[in-house]
T-cell receptor, first 116, second 115 residues
Framework: QKEVEQDPGPLSVPEGAIVSLNCTYSNSAFQYFMWYRQYSRKGPELLMYTYSSGNKEDGRFTAQVDKSSKYISLFIRDSQPSDSATYLCAMSALSVRGSTLGRLYFGRGTQLTVWP | DAGITQSPRYKITETGRQVTLMCHQTWSHSYMFWYRQDLGHGLRLIYYSAAADITDKGEVPDGYVVSRSKTENFPLTLESATRSQTSVYFC??????????????FGPGTRLTVL
């Protein structure tokens, strides 16, 4: 079983729709949860960053973390064609003690298309 | 230009050849990373570096070599390229440690084809 599972899609929605993207994970030590957005033929860029459980909102984007269910979500409200991209979840169990460096565990990414 | 750059952007090589992918960042970030991205696998960490002259293996290091003599540069070398190393390679950096470690800034990628 992979550490992080993410449905690759593709997901296609009309402009204005609410989009829900999800990841599940198996490692209960994960504390940091990120969503990266990757446009075609570009590098990923950090979109949302949350620590532990709860919600975080930034404009049309809301990230949710449910550690009890080991489940994270990204919601996009009023989706736009410019939101068309691949969305990757990432998470880590960072330790700064000693020489341990926590790696990021990425999901495979969900390809989203928002059509006008 | 400020940011993180990779060169070349596209590379075609033959099996058995040595190839070096370059990565340069202008932020003086401590941490640098090399990932490969393949369909069905997502992003996988090859090597990372916490500082100049400090490197460590990631998830898929076999067949790759890295060095970091200067903070701003982190070249990745394929010593004897194989077809299975055909992929898109991303370099990334982060300020780290702590919270900022997870805020990784990615380069534009290098598309490598091994024939």
């Amino acid at each position: 079983q992979k550490e992080v599972e993410q449905d690759p899609g593709p997901l296609s929605v009309p402009e204005g729709a609410i989009v829900s993207l999800n990841c599940t994970y198996s490692n209960s030590a994960f504390q940091y949860f990120m969503w990266y957005r990757q446009y075609s033929r570009k590098g990923p860029e950090l979109l949302m960053y949350t620590y532990s459980s709860g919600n975080k909102e930034d404009g049309r984007f809301t990230a949710q973390v449910d550690k009890s269910s080991k489940y994270i979500s990204l919601f996009i409200r009023d989706s736009q064609p410019s939101d068309s991209a691949t969305y990757l979840c990432a998470m880590s169990a960072l330790s700064v003690r000693g020489s341990t460096l926590g790696r990021l565990y990425f999901g495979r990414g969900t390809q989203l298309t928002v059509w006008p | 230009d400020a940011g993180i750059t990779q060169s070349p952007r596209y590379k075609i090589t033959e099996t058995g050849r040595q190839v070096t992918l370059m990565c340069h960042q202008t932020w003086s970030h401590s941490y640098m990373f090399w990932y490969r991205q393949d369909l069905g696998h997502g992003l996988r960490l090859i090597y990372y570096s916490a500082a100049a002259d400090i490197t460590d293996k990631g998830e898929v290091p076999d067949g790759y070599v890295v060095s970091r003599s200067k903070t701003e540069n982190f070249p990745l070398t394929l010593e004897s390229a194989t077809r299975s190393q055909t992929s898109v390679y991303f370099c990334a950096s982060s300020e780290g440690p702590g919270r900022s470690y997870n805020e990784q800034f990615f380069g534009p990628g290098t598309r490598l084809t091994v024939l």
